[in-house]
Structures are given as structure tokens and as C-alpha cells.
């Protein structure tokens, strides 16, 4: 295969660039380089070795992949040990990454704190702002620990103006806050419309590509979790994050979505503070002292990528006089909470009637796995029953997916959710069959209510 190489050719005067511009040396117009890939001209013959070709459309050798030279990248350390986790190691410089997140949540107190730390560690930084003023990013730099005040910001909407900035100062790491507030001026359309966001976010990649400046984009995500207009970003970026919680709340949870220098199994835990986001790195330990010993209170023994996490889960059952009466789920998605009712109504003698149904994992984590179902099962037929799951002084815990038909299916990683439980002193812990030492198992709903409830009494419709 003959190497192409890159040129950026003006499309208003037709000169040409090894490295993409802002603005076109040749007249001096804005945005017109359009990247073109090219074969090399045929003179060099032979040069190449290893099987390489110098002719386009002669055979090439290919290479045998154990052969092929391992590009090696050294990392940008944020400082901030989860987000460094989360991101496989650290920035990869040149790369682009999506911090998605809905408003409030701590977008802009997570990636100044990073740019912080960074420009601390020496690197150069930038901070580009359409949202806010200088003055509101510095008060909240001040709240900040640090060197969040030494980060250089820019408080832009303009697009042109902010590539023309980023190309001039080359920071080694940029944060754009947020994508949907940067407006290309020659196109139409408000900013934060999906032609904008893609061009605001293709016009970045290209400079940051040729710069090597690694971009953390912070995008905004609608009431339906979706990035809004970002999503059409997800191709283009290397990396996608998602920060998740309840504004109201204190913890928040960091994920991947997609990462083309990592695994997306991992996430991090953080709580907001007084003084900023602060890691949570005994999240078990503070969810299991804060659970109650109270009808309605499980512990779920979840996953948290690769990390085992007690969240406490709890129901609420009250009679209602809404028709249809209200079904709440907080931190677990809504159809799942329909699913286990159904379940339990049919296969486990719970029914919750026409009775409101709330549920709530504390501390307004969210759990998206289907081994929370169980936990969730037991929640509410420990509600309905008014009876305390667990006997003992410390509260139950449990896991496991349930099937349509009652039976209780296996979820991954069982052994670290018994080892994290075992840690805890919460046991026996209530999972499906083949879980291994140290568990109540279940084959069905109805065997894992009767461990984790007791014998109780048959249940009373509410
Ligand atoms: P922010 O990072 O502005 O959220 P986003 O950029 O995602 O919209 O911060 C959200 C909230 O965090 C805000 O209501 C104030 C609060 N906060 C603290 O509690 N402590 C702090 O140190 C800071 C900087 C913010
Ligand atoms: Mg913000």
C-alpha cells in the first residue's frame, strides 16, 4: 500500500499547508483548508524496505502484527486519580474527549480542577469558556485546591476566534466549556444546533489533531440522557465520558462510554464538596454506614465497572388515590422497576396493587445493571410487608438478574461482589445459584425473598 500524505489545501485560493490553519497564509481567509490525502510523487524507489513499496498499486508485504512497531504515548496526568483511571491512564495528547453531564452536575469544577493539576505539573493550559465569564471561572478557581488559578481562560463564543487563540497559544491540553455554546460564524444556525455542534467539534479535532492538544469537549446531555447534539460527536472523538448523579446530591459517578485508549469497564466515584470534587475511594464503606435498618432498606452488592460498590436501595410502598398510581425510580431505570413488579405480582405473591411505588438507590448513584434486581425485589416486598429485611443488625445484601418467568439468573462478577459484601461483615448475601462461598443462593424470586425476608405470612395485596 503506497503511504499517502496529508496536505491542506485552501478551497478559496488553492494554497497549500503541511499542518492544518485556522486561517489560510495565502489570502487570509478563514476555514477555507480542507484536508487532502495524497500518494507521494514516484521518485523515491527502494528507500522504504521491509516489504514497502514505493510504487503506488505495486504488492506490499504485509507485516506480521507482532512486527509492527507499538506506538508508545506518554500520558497526561490529571491528578485527579479516578478521572486518570476512568481515561485508561491519563490524556493521550492529541486526542479529543466528550465530558458529557446534565447541567450542575460538576463538568466545569472537574475539568478546571484537571487543568488545575496540570498546569501546576507545568503544562500549558487553556481554558475556553462560552458559558461563563472570566470573572464567574475565577471565583470558581478560588474555591478550588491547587493551581486552578494559574490556568490561562478565555471566555469565547466565537469559533473562529477561539481555533485563531488555540493556534497561537498551543497549549499542551485545552477544556472547550461546552461544545454547544461555540458558534461557527459562517454557517447558519444557532449555536448548539447539531450542524453547529458538528462543525464546532470538526474544525477543533482537525486543529488539535495537527497540534497535538489534547481537548477535553464538555457538552451538555437533554432530560433524556442523550447528548444532546453531541451525540453525533461520539464518532469523531477518541473518548466519550458521562458524568452522572443528582445535582442535589453529593456523589457523583464517572464513566466511559467509549474509549479507544481504554477499557469502558471502569468509573469513578466523587462526592461534591465545599472545596470542589473530592474521589471517593471507600464509596462501600460510607454507603453501608449511612443504610437504614428499616423496612423498605437492601444493600445491593453492584458493579461500578470493574469495581465492586454497596449502594443501599430503597423502596417506598404507600396507598394512592392516582389512577394510574405512581411508579418512581431514582438511580435505576424506570422499566426495569415495571419488570420487577410484574414479577414479583405474578411469581412471588407481592403485590403492590394500586398502591405508589417508590424506589431510590441513596446517595443518588445510578445503577444500570440488571443485578440490581434483586435488590430492588426485595425493597419493595420488605415495604409491602413492613417487614426488615436481614435479621441480624447489619442490613441484608444481595444481587442478581430476574428473568420474566421468577427465576433468578447470574450477573458477572459474583466473586468480587461476595468478597466486597464478606468486607463489610454483610452476610449471608442473597444471590442467585452458583454464586459460590459465603452466599444465600436462590434459584427463584420467591427462595430469595423467603431467605432475605424470613418465613414471613403470605402477603397481603396492598
Ligand atoms: P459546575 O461545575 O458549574 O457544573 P456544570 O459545569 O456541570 O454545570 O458545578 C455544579 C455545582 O457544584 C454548582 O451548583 C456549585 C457546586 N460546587 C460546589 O458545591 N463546590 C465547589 O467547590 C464548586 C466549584 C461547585
Ligand atoms: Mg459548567
Known sequence: MARLTTVFT????????????????GCGEWNTLAEEKRAPAP???GGGGGGRSAEPGEAVRPVRLAEVQAIQVARLQTGIGELDRVLGGGLVPGSLVLLGGSPGIGKSTLTSMALGNLAGAGRRTLYVSGEESAAQIKLRAERLPGAAL???VLAETDLDTVLAT????RPEVCVIDSVQTLHAGDLTGAAGSVGQVREVADRITRLAKARDIAVLLVGHVTKEGSLAG???LEHLVDCVLQFEGERERTYRTLRALK????????AGVFEMRQGGLVEVQDASARFVGEATRAPGSVVLAAMEGSRPLLVEVQALVSPSELVPPRRVANGIDRNRLALVLAVLGRHAGVGVGSADVFVNVAGGVRVD???ADLAVALAVASATRGIVAGAGARPIACFGEIGLTGELRTVAHPERRLAEA?????????????AGRGAAEAATLRDALRAGLGAAPAARAA
Open 166 to 169: 488555540l493556534d497561537a497559544e
Open 230 to 232: 453531541p451525540r453525533v
Open 150 to 152: 494559574d490556568v490561562p
Open 10 to 25: 485552501c478551497s478559496a485560493c488553492g494554497h497549500e499547508e503541511p499542518k492544518w490553519h485556522g486561517r489560510c497564509a
Open 369 to 371: 445493571e440488571p443485578g
Open 259 to 266: 474509549n479507544r485508549f481504554g477499557s469502558t469497564s471502569e
Open 422 to 434: 464478606a468486607k463489610f461483615g454483610l452476610a449471608p448475601i442473597v444471590t442467585p445459584a452458583g
Open 43 to 45: 521518485a523515491r524507489r
